[in-house]
């Protein structure tokens, strides 16, 4: 089971680009990445998933580089509306691997 | 309108009062889960169901039951419940419960706290 590390809390103003960077050193082969916003007192919902280089939506790009140890959220010109607990999760075929860690805090000031 | 629904949303209950928690999904997902929410804590996941009469342990089972009859309901069982299962609980479904298939994650339901006295 693939253990994430992600900051505790970030900051960041309207309107900005911000970059949430989770690190999964023991990521196996057959893992995939993928990111949750969650809301206070609503369930988390599915922003992006990703394998290797880059995946972007309409909301969000996933950045993975090479070595697939690491993985970066971009969230382009957020707003206040994005104030939010954002997860990392890795996994694979295994439902029993869906471990949350403890996501980063992402505060959006005016 | 794709949704997962829980009820009830909201329950404050006594120490050893059987309760369920019901959880149904209208995307005939075969895969569904429970997570309990704690401070500090993350989401922990309680027991998960691969489909229809297959269900296995999650992190955290002690204490909890779960169902699996129909495709669509997921029901959670505390057949003893205590304090220290106050927490927000909540329901998950997905397509096939494995990330390189299911490509849009997990569906959550919108909750249900639970307070036991």
């Known amino acids: 089971l693939a253990k994430t590390t992600q900051p505790i809390s970030m900051d960041s103003y309207e309107g900005q680009e911000v970059n949430i960077t989770c690190s999964h050193n023991n990521i196996a082969t057959n893992d995939y990445i993928t990111w949750y916003q969650q809301f206070p007192s609503q369930g988390p919902r599915f922003i992006i998933q990703g394998y290797k280089t880059k995946v972007t939506n309409e909301v969000a790009s996933l950045f993975i580089p090479a070595d697939r140890k690491s993985s970066t959220l971009s969230l382009p010109r957020v707003s206040l509306s994005d104030t939010a607990v954002y997860y990392c999760?890795?996994?694979?075929?295994?439902?029993?691997?869906?471990?949350f860690g403890s996501g980063t805090q992402l505060t959006v000031l005016p | 309108e794709a949704q997962v629904t829980q009820n009830p949303r909201y329950l404050i209950t006594v120490t050893g009062k059987k309760l369920t928690v019901t959880c149904s999904q209208n995307m005939n997902h075969e895969y569904m889960s429970w997570y309990r929410q704690d401070p500090g804590l993350g989401l922990r996941q309680i027991y998960y169901?691969?489909?229809?009469?297959?269900?296995d342990k999650g992190d955290v089972p002690e204490g909890y039951k779960v169902s699996r009859k129909e495709k669509r309901n997921f029901p959670l069982i505390l057949e003893s419940p205590s304090p220290n299962q106050t927490s927000l609980y909540f329901c998950?479904?997905?397509?096939?419960?494995?990330?390189?298939?299911?490509?849009?994650?997990?569906?959550f339901g919108p909750g249900t706290r639970l307070t036991v006295l």
């Open positions: 999760l890795v996994g694979s075929g295994s439902a029993r691997q869906l471990t």
């Open positions: 998950a479904s997905s397509p096939t419960g494995r990330a390189r298939m299911d490509r849009t994650g997990q569906f």
């Open positions: 169901s691969m489909n229809v009469e297959v269900t």
